[in-house]
């Protein structure tokens, strides 16, 4: 009788947590959708409100085995979705010279960050993190990149956290500078794509150049998603040869089987749901609202781990570094255009 009153104590806490992930996820996107806080984002928002309900009302331990379960499994079901937004096809066919920028403005962002983190001494797993985010995809490449390197889950929030408030400000920046800059729409929207954090700052940004940038600025920042698996592999080998020279470190390096799941929905996506099965866009477009909302309940259950008195010492510095690594990217990418 006890364990049977356990188990369901078990399933209650587990069904009560994900609820709850996805009510602050509502209230998110309530918030999103009012002037000013449309700039920020469902995600963003989100994440916000989970923060400061830690701060204010600790963290919810009750129901902890659904926080775990949506910061744990949904995160991971959303990356393999997100997979859906990357159109191979394009990429190979029209975007080979782009990948190839594309390559240097990741390199450039996770080497410039890694070296002004070490010069400011800041936090080395966040500045990692948060190097990933800005060269290659923000939230997802983060949430990607943790587990292989072992970061703590307040550390994945905090840079999540970061890459929505430095990538929103970027992209409102670029759509004021638009204006006054010698750039044809194609060049504003591949420069877009090329240096800008998320595929919702590049359409923030691109949008107001018309239909041409946005698609260009899309393409671009398609090619930087693209590369988040080859970089992902990279750093689990970087992880494994550390391992293997570490005598006391025992602890096995899981292999991503997610970014299996994300490449087999990329190929799906782009040879498969079309071409051979045709699928309404309203479908796709319903599906793009799952992942968004998988991803935005995941993200609240690592806002739920962040403890700010904790982590304001650590979080500056990797800021202000963040801060100088997207002022140069921004740099360099206007100049390969």
């Given at each position: 009788m006890f364990g049977l009153q356990l188990k369901q104590y078990k399933v209650l806490s587990w069904l009560l947590g994900v609820v709850f992930t996805f009510a602050i996820a509502g209230i998110g996107y309530v918030l999103a959708l009012l002037p000013g806080f449309d700039r920020v984002g469902q995600m963003a928002c989100a994440i916000i409100i989970a923060v400061v309900f830690r701060q204010l009302f600790g963290y919810p331990r009750a129901i902890q085995r659904g926080?775990?379960?949506?910061?744990?499994?949904?995160?991971?079901?959303?990356?393999?979705?997100?997979?859906?937004?990357?159109?191979i096809t394009i990429i190979f066919n029209e975007g080979l010279g782009l990948l190839l920028r594309d390559a240097c403005i990741v390199a450039l962002a996770i080497i410039v960050m890694l070296s002004l983190a070490k010069l400011f001494k800041a936090d080395k797993m966040i500045s990692l993190l948060v190097g990933v985010g800005t060269g290659i995809c923000g939230a997802a490449a983060i949430?990607?990149?943790?587990?292989?390197?072992?970061?703590?889950?307040?550390?994945?929030?905090?840079?999540?956290?970061?890459?929505?408030?430095?990538?929103?400000?970027?992209?409102?920046?670029?759509?004021?500078?638009?204006?006054?800059?010698?750039?044809?729409?194609?060049?504003?929207?591949?420069?877009?794509?090329?240096?800008?954090?998320?595929?919702?700052?590049?359409?923030?940004?691109?949008?107001?150049?018309?239909?041409?940038?946005?698609?260009?600025?899309?393409?671009t920042k398609l090619g930087r998603v693209f590369l988040l698996v080859p970089v992902a592999f990279i750093f689990m080998y970087l992880m494994k040869r550390k391992q293997s020279s570490t005598e006391n470190d025992t602890t096995k390096i899981p292999f991503p089987w997610f970014l299996i799941g994300f490449i087999i929905m990329s190929i799906i996506g782009s040879y498969v749901l079309g071409?051979?099965?045709?699928?309404?866009?309203?479908?796709?477009n319903s599906v793009s609202t799952l992942t968004t909302w998988l991803l935005t309940a995941a993200m609240v259950g690592l806002g739920l781990n962040v403890n700010l008195a904790d982590l304001r010492q650590r979080a500056f510095k990797p800021l202000m570094a963040m801060l100088i690594t997207s002022i140069i990217v921004s740099g360099i990418a206007y100049l390969l255009v």
């Open positions: 926080i775990k379960f949506s910061s744990f499994v949904l995160l991971r079901v959303a990356i393999v979705l997100y997979g859906l937004k990357l159109n949430a990607a990149i943790a587990p292989i390197v072992k970061a703590k889950e307040e550390d994945t929030a905090i840079g999540v956290g970061m890459i929505a408030l430095v990538g929103t400000v970027f992209a409102i920046g670029y759509t004021m500078l638009a204006p006054v800059l010698s750039l044809t729409p194609v060049q504003y929207g591949t420069w877009s794509g090329m240096s800008l954090h998320e595929l919702a700052h590049v359409a923030v940004a691109a949008a107001p150049a018309g239909n041409e940038a946005m698609a260009l600025g899309l393409l071409p051979m099965i045709p699928v309404a866009s309203n479908v796709m």
